[in-house]
């Protein structure tokens, strides 16, 4: 890590953040199959299911919008800070729920936490990284994401031996103690040098760029010079800046929003949150039986998405962010079609007493589509799980940075929402027909990819403005992109000269 030391220690801490989400998503997934659950929740049929895991998708879709203005009037770090607050409130409402409405008012209001925090963890995490490793640092928050997962996956596994309601309790309750931990560590953690400039702390802002580039030498060369350039990035941006939401529709912001959108809102679309809400339905479907079979594969299940997440951490700013979407696109592809084949080949309906369906799947193809979730994870987690993160987080100047992302990361909360809401109806009336529209999406998503979304990779915050200022069609534009490279490395060549001279 060397001098970039504390970049990743401040990045790393605040990715904490994700790690709510992500165990909220691994909890929920193996408490809806818990027997105490179901007794007490007067046993929930698929609206009721889809109704009570949205709900916190809502209220990350209302936490989002409104963590733009929070963030930029209070700090990314306050705007952190106050999201663990409410995110502790409504995961203690849900961990002593008497009913079912206090259990959906609690997944709201904890919604709300994890929506602001969905916003303002990446864009946090994008101003104080350096571009040869922002990719890399914006990861974390992916890579944190599936460890929450993984973590209660397991803890859900062991509880569900507890012969009483504790079984369902204890792990909602537990998530608690890491949005304590964060709150606390991020007292220490500095601002955003960027959001310090915008508020005209300089001082206050050289003082944080030494602490994350140098060692604490605020005389440093490459502090001095980012904090030049972040000055002049503030300075023009105040030129054009961005006074309303309504602001953002226009050129030539409007197409870094669409792009943004679009992405967050493909992520969902991948239908990761389908395989990792719903797992043990699936795997259920798929043919494993037993209480214990569909909990130890979706335990494995959260393995291979931490472990696939890694690879992206340590090569996504040299592979691009392009070519690995693609690629990602392309894997996830191949394996919902797999599935929806061997689904719709050899499945042979039937219902037990409490209306669950079971597919009887022979033993062969069961095996098959268990490997292909396995791989499709793995292929989302290498490539739109991380990307879908940082590509919205880099591509937007500085004043519009936080109303942008809100509107983005809103994007992927209301697509998350409306697919946990009809999901679990649709794995239960169509089955494979879910898998084959993921794959369509899927192996759409690669011309989308390709036509409209620029490299962004090693580029600077202020480089976005140069990338975005050429032809929609971002496979045109390429050779305007490499003429400015051009150009500005024969300008870096002469500084160089000018100083050895």
Request: glycine share 8%.
């Amino acid at each position: 890590m060397g001098k970039n030391t504390q970049t990743y220690l401040v990045g790393g801490v605040s990715a904490i953040g994700g790690f709510l989400f992500g165990y909220d998503i691994g909890v929920i997934s193996s408490i809806l199959e818990m027997d105490y659950w179901k007794l007490y929740f007067h046993n929930p049929g698929s609206v009721g299911v889809g109704v009570i895991v949205s709900l916190l998708t809502a209220g990350c879709f209302v936490g989002s919008l409104c963590a733009g203005w929070i963030a930029d009037r209070f700090s990314r770090k306050r705007a952190i800070m106050s999201a663990c607050v409410v995110f502790c409130l409504g995961a203690a409402i849900q961990c002593g729920s008497r009913n079912r409405a206090m259990l959906i008012i609690g997944r709201f209001i904890a919604g709300l936490g994890v929506g602001v925090l969905s916003m303002s963890v990446p864009v946090f995490q994008s101003e104080i990284a350096p571009p040869h490793i922002r990719g890399r640092l914006v990861s974390l928050q992916q890579w944190a994401i599936t460890w929450g997962i993984l973590v209660a996956f397991w803890i859900d596994y062991g509880c569900h031996f507890i012969d009483s309601h504790a079984s369902w309790r204890v792990p909602i309750g537990i998530q608690i103690v890491p949005a304590v931990i964060l709150f606390v560590a991020m007292i220490f953690m500095p601002y955003s040098p960027r959001w310090l400039v915008d508020n005209d702390r300089i001082d206050e802002a050289q003082k944080v760029l030494a602490r994350l580039r140098s060692g604490g030498d605020i005389h440093a060369p490459e502090v001095m010079e980012e904090l030049e350039e972040i000055k002049e990035a503030v300075r023009i941006d105040r030129e054009t800046a961005v006074r309303s939401y309504t602001d953002l529709l226009r050129v030539p912001i409007r197409r870094r929003v669409i792009l943004g959108v679009l992405i967050q809102a493909l992520q969902q679309l991948t239908g990761i949150n389908v395989s990792m809400y719903f797992a043990t339905s699936i795997f259920k479907q798929a043919g494993l039986s037993g209480d214990n079979a569909p909990l130890l594969a979706q335990g494995v299940n959260g393995v291979v998405n931490m472990l696939a997440t890694v690879p992206a951490i340590l090569w996504i700013d040299r592979w691009g962010r392009r070519k690995t979407l693609m690629l990602g696109s392309l894997g996830c592809g191949i394996t919902y079609f797999i599935q929806a084949v061997a689904k719709g080949a050899t499945q042979h309906k039937t219902y037990d007493e409490d209306g669950s369906l079971n597919l009887n799947i022979p033993k062969g193809p069961s095996y098959l589509i268990i490997v292909m979730m396995y791989l499709f994870v793995a292929s989302f987690a290498m490539s739109w799980g991380p990307i879908g993160w940082i590509y919205p987080s880099e591509i937007f100047p500085m004043r519009i940075r936080s109303k942008a992302n809100s509107i983005t990361t809103a994007s992927n909360w209301i697509f998350n929402f409306v697919i946990g809401l009809v999901s679990p109806i649709l794995i239960k009336k169509i089955t494979w027909g879910l898998d084959l529209i993921f794959a369509i999406i899927m192996f759409s998503s690669i011309a989308i990819v390709y036509l409209f979304y620029p490299e962004t990779k090693n580029r600077s915050l202020e480089d976005m403005e140069v990338i975005f200022t050429g032809s929609i069609w971002s496979h045109k534009d390429r050779k305007r992109i490499a003429q400015y490279d051009n150009a500005n490395k024969g300008h870096e060549d002469d500084k160089i000269n000018s100083k050895d001279f």
